[in-house]
Structures are given as C-alpha cells and as structure tokens.
C-alpha cells in the first residue's frame, strides 16, 4: 500500500486553466505539506496543515488555495495557471507528536507542465 | 531564518570512488540534520539523519556526522556504485519548531556516477 498517494502523476494544461493536485495519506499523520521543485531542482515548502488547520503559507500566489478535507487528504487547487507554475508538487506527511527528527514521508510527486 | 547550502552539481565520479557531498546550515538552536535522496523520476527518500551534535547517521554506505562547530553535515560514502546515481538533498528543521514544521532543504546536488 503506497503510504502518500498522489494524483495525477502527470499533467499538462494550458496557461489560464484551473487544476487540482490530490494527496492522500494512509499513514495516520496528523500533518500535511505541499512542497514545489522548480526545474532546478530546488524544494521549498508551500503549505503545512495541521488536524485540517493551515499552519505555514509561504510566499505563494493567491491562486493557490490547499484543501484539507480531513486530515488524511490535503488537495491543492491552482486558479488560472501560468507558465511559471510548471514544476513538481510534491506532498508529504508527518505526525506532529513525534519529535522532529522522525522523517517525513513524501508521495512521488506530480509533475505539472503549463504549455 | 533557516538555510541550508550544498555543494552545486553535478558531481561526476567513477565507480568504486570516494563521495564528499558538503552541506552547511543556518539555524538557530540545536536542528535535526537530514539527507534525502531522489532518484530520477522518483519522489524523495530520507536517507539518514542526525538529532545533536557529533551524532552519526548512516545507511546503505552513507555517512554523515553533525558538527555544531562547523554548522555541517557532509555526506560521504567509501566507494559509490552506478546505482548511486541520484540528486541529494541535505535539510533541517528548527529546533524551536512545532510539529507542523516544514523541511528546509539544500538546492540539491545531482550525483552522476559513471562505469
């Protein structure tokens, strides 16, 4: 059984669309993070959500709105995509009562492409 | 704010080499030190961690040993195989953190190791 799930894990659109991104988690961890890799490689967190509550939101364009249904699903929904929102989303999960130096467990990623 | 710098990639190695992958980190406290691991086309595995200082974390071969001292947490392994071939993240998270704390990650280093 795949412990982060992510759906799809492929997708390409065109620039002005709407998408949504699913995760799903069957490890029962209480947190949940969205994660973007740009082409360079680079990973910077996007959101963190904690038992369905927002708890990080970085510097990301209001387009982007994460829903957290229950605390084993956290979607990421993107409003009127543009080029530079190509890249990798990548969700991961974690339990916030173990101490920090537990790993996070990440899904294997979608990769979005806007053409 | 936290941050970690890696060595830039990629690093280029024959098999049977030795590997110094380095990392140093900007934290306040005492952080958990982590290595991931992406292998193409894959999502990220953690590789080892370390939770204080002079801790060693090891695993498939992979060293990597806290230092406080020198904010590092260099990755090595004795004799790399083809199969090693992969980008590598090094990342931490604060100290002062609550749970729904997210991973600060290195911009990666690609790792092509040749026959």
């Known amino acids: 059984d795949t412990a982060v799930s992510q759906t799809p894990k492929y997708l390409v659109t065109q620039m002005g669309n709407d998408k949504s991104i699913k995760c799903e988690q069957n490890l029962g961890h209480d947190t949940m993070y969205w994660y973007k890799q740009d082409s360079k490689k680079f990973l910077k967190i996007m959101f963190s959500?904690?038992?369905?509550?927002?708890?990080i939101n970085e510097t990301v364009p209001n387009r982007f709105s994460p829903k957290s249904p229950d605390k084993a699903h956290l979607n990421l929904h993107i409003n009127s995509l543009e080029l530079g929102d190509s890249a990798v989303y990548f969700c991961?999960?974690?339990?916030?009562?173990?101490?920090?130096?537990?790993?996070?467990?990440f899904g294997s990623g979608t990769r979005l492409t806007v053409v | 704010g936290n941050s970690v710098t890696q060595m830039e990639g990629p690093v280029t190695l024959s098999e049977e080499a030795f590997l110094t992958i380095n990392c140093t980190y900007t934290?306040?406290?005492?952080?958990?030190l982590f290595w991931y691991v992406q292998y193409p086309g894959e999502g990220l595995q953690l590789l080892l961690k370390a939770t204080k200082a002079d801790d060693k974390g090891s695993n498939k071969g992979f060293e990597a040993t806290y230092r406080k001292e020198t904010t590092s947490f260099h990755l090595e392994k004795g004799s790399v195989q083809v199969s090693d071939s992969a980008v590598y993240f090094c990342?931490?998270?604060?100290?002062?953190?609550?749970?729904?704390?997210?991973?600060?990650f290195g911009k990666g280093t690609h790792l092509i190791i040749q026959p």
């Open positions: 990342a931490l998270i604060g100290s002062s953190g609550g749970g729904a704390d997210g991973l600060t």
């Open positions: 934290a306040t406290g005492y952080p958990s």
């Open positions: 991961a999960s974690r339990n916030s009562g173990q101490a920090t130096n537990y790993g996070y467990t």
């Open positions: 959500y904690n038992n369905k509550e927002l708890i």
